[in-house]
């Protein structure tokens, strides 16, 4: 996993090389099939193919994940290596450790490249276990950006911002641009990754089987152990996320379904940091453990709540979508409060 591009040793001309078939292969594997099968689903009353239906639903999941990726590189190259100085320099106080930990992910896209940098920092001995814990609940509060930002209806806008994006950073000659080109390319890629998967879903709509499964995620033991699983096997709570909000959207999940999801999802995202721990020091595994540690206990805590949580929630807008947005961030930010004081 790329946690950071190093400025001093990226070749952009060999980066750019790769842009045009990049694009190429975009439309070709992705954007073309999943756009004829959206204009051949328009009508309710077809027959479902399962095969174009299950290629498509793949083919938005890539390019809403390709996305994400592209927008983290775009990101990265931007900020450099100043992130590794933030880290290191900020986290001697546990409540700025919560800031730089929820900035570098707000950054970076990725908990769990915050999670897996933070375990090689404390394995090389760059920063203690203490100083870890609190960037690993800054972590958490930052990967809820990525839902906040999902929730906005801008997928009318997606095929606009992957043509600004493509033109940036395929013509412009400075680096700087070229980066926020790709950043705004990833956000369009993004969403409209998020359109294909719910166009994709309309004609599910209709059929008991699958809103039998949608709805047996309102059994938090259900919900919470496929939104774990799912993001296990995609290392992406943000992923998992934003596939939430786009059945969401679609009118397919209902809040009491969405809420335990997302709690998997943030059981889910620990996989990879204990991964990374593997092979580490003793105290690079306690950070890789008490990640897992937090994130579990909050979320069993939460289960037990969760209809009471999901009133609360849905006072917050009209909006499901922005519900489940809201509810992932306000959970993170709830259980970082309770678990703060552990940290010293």
Not at 106 to 113: D, K, N, P, Y
Request: aromatic letters at 10%.
């Amino acid at each position: 996993m790329r946690l950071f591009v190093d400025e001093k040793n990226i070749n952009m001309k060999e980066y750019m090389k790769k842009v045009p078939l990049t694009f190429l292969l975009i439309f070709i594997v992705v954007l073309l099939p999943t756009m004829l099968f959206a204009g051949s689903s328009s009508s309710a009353q077809k027959e479902i193919s399962w095969f174009l239906l299950v290629t498509s639903l793949f083919g938005g999941l890539g390019m809403f994940l390709y996305g994400m990726e592209m927008m983290s590189d775009g990101m990265k190259m931007t900020a450099g290596n100043r992130m590794r100085s933030i880290l290191e320099k900020l986290t001697s106080n546990r409540f700025f450790a919560v800031g730089v930990g929820a900035f570098v992910t707000m950054v970076i896209q990725s908990s769990s490249a915050t999670t897996v940098m933070l375990v090689s920092f404390v394995n090389s001995g760059l920063l203690s276990f203490t100083q870890g814990l609190g960037v690993i609940l800054g972590s958490n509060i930052g990967s809820t950006v990525t839902a906040q930002i999902v929730a906005f209806k801008v997928t009318d806008y997606a095929l606009a911002l992957i043509a600004a994006g493509a033109l940036m950073s395929l013509f412009s000659k400075k680096d700087s641009t070229r980066n926020i080109g790709f950043v705004i390319l990833g956000f369009g890629l993004l969403f409209y990754g998020m359109k294909v998967m719910s166009d994709t879903m309309k004609p599910l709509r209709s059929n008991p089987t699958f809103n039998t499964i949608l709805t047996s995620f309102e059994n938090p033991f259900m919900g919470i152990l496929a939104g774990a699983i799912f993001t296990a096997l995609i290392q992406s709570s943000s992923a998992t996320t934003g596939i939430v909000i786009t059945l969401a959207s679609g009118g397919s999940i209902t809040l009491e379904a969405g809420i335990p999801l997302i709690l998997g999802a943030n059981i889910g995202t620990c996989v990879t940091a204990l991964l990374s721990g593997l092979n580490a020091s003793r105290e690079a595994k306690r950070v890789a453990i008490a990640h897992v540690t937090f994130n579990l206990i909050g979320v069993v805590l939460f289960c037990f709540w969760i209809p009471t949580f999901a009133e609360m929630v849905a006072k917050t807008s009209d909006n499901i979508p922005r519900q489940i947005a809201n509810a992932h961030t306000i959970f993170n930010i709830l259980a970082t409060v309770v678990f703060i004081p552990f940290t010293s």
